[in-house]
């Protein structure tokens, strides 16, 4: 009676274990947690993707990057990598991305990535066609006031030392 219970008991145990291990083996049967690093990034700039569960590598794409190849990483038993260049003409927002793994499916991250609005770059705010007339005659201004108060002072100090 004693060995029947035991052997009960040791059945029920290892049921429940291979039921517990069964959802994570199914698991790794397709693509998850898509990482897109950084995640808020300018047109341009270089975006790197991790896939889980995509062991055989595949394809990402977006509307904010070309189709880009995912490699398995060396290593790792079930994940793959990519890194894709952002359009320079890609509108600042939210983008999601697309994977398609070989033999593992497809998986869709919507909001992986933000694409924020570059700075116009180029002189600096300054003028590439001169000083306006306004502008010459503040700065004629600032240097005759700097001339007269030179003089002033100077002379000041002159008519101290006959003292």
Same mark, same amino acid.
């Given at each position: ?13 290892? &049921?429940?274990?291979?039921g517990l291990a069964a959802p994570a083996a199914v ?12 995640? &808020? @990034?300018? #047109?341009?700039?270089?975006?790197? &993707? ?13 509307? /904010?990057?070309?189709?880009? /190849?995912?490699?398995?990483? %060396? ?8 890194? /894709? ?5 890609? %509108?600042? *927002? ?5 994977? #398609?793994?070989?033999?593992? *499916? ?11 609005? +570059?700075?116009?770059? +180029? ?24 001339? @007269? ?8 100090? #002159?008519?101290?030392?006959? @003292?």
């Amino acid at each position: 009676m004693r060995n029947s219970r035991a052997l009960a008991v040791a059945g029920a145990a290892a &049921v429940a274990v291979v039921g517990l291990a069964a959802p994570a083996a199914v698991a790794w049967n397709s693509p998850s947690n898509i990482v897109a690093l950084p995640s &808020v @990034i300018a #047109r341009g700039g270089q975006l790197t &993707v991790t896939v889980d569960g995509c062991p055989k590598g595949g394809t990402m794409t977006s509307n /904010a990057f070309p189709a880009t /190849a995912l490699t398995p990483i %060396s290593g790792t038993n079930e994940t793959s990598k990519g890194t /894709a260049t952002i359009n320079a003409n890609a %509108s600042p *927002g939210s983008y999601s991305i697309t994977v #398609r793994c070989q033999g593992t *499916g497809t998986l869709t991250n919507p909001a992986a990535f933000t694409v924020i609005g +570059g700075v116009r770059g +180029g002189l600096g705010g300054s003028s590439s066609t001169g000083a306006t007339p306004t502008d010459m005659a503040i700065g004629g201004g600032l240097v005759a006031a700097a001339v @007269i108060g030179g003089g002033l002072f100077w002379m000041r100090r #002159r008519s101290e030392k006959q @003292i």
